[in-house]
C-alpha cells in the first residue's frame, strides 16, 4: 500500500495503526486517543460523531 496520510476516527483504531507500523502516517485522531503515547502528539480533529471536517 502506498499510504501518505491518515485520519483515525477510534481509538482502537489509533492503536491498531500504531501497531501495525503506520503511525508515522496518522495526521488527526480524535480527542480519546491516547496510546499509544506518541497518538498524543497527533493533532486532536473532535469526537467520533463530532468531527471538525476542516481540520
Do not use: H
Amino acid at each position: 500500500m502506498n499510504i501518505q496520510r491518515m485520519i483515525s476516527l477510534a481509538p482502537s483504531i489509533t492503536e491498531t495503526i500504531f501497531v501495525l507500523g503506520y503511525g508515522d502516517k496518522l495526521v488527526g485522531v480524535t480527542e480519546f486517543c491516547n496510546w499509544p503515547p506518541d497518538a498524543k502528539l497527533i493533532d486532536k480533529i473532535g469526537g467520533f460523531s463530532t468531527p471538525d471536517i476542516k481540520r
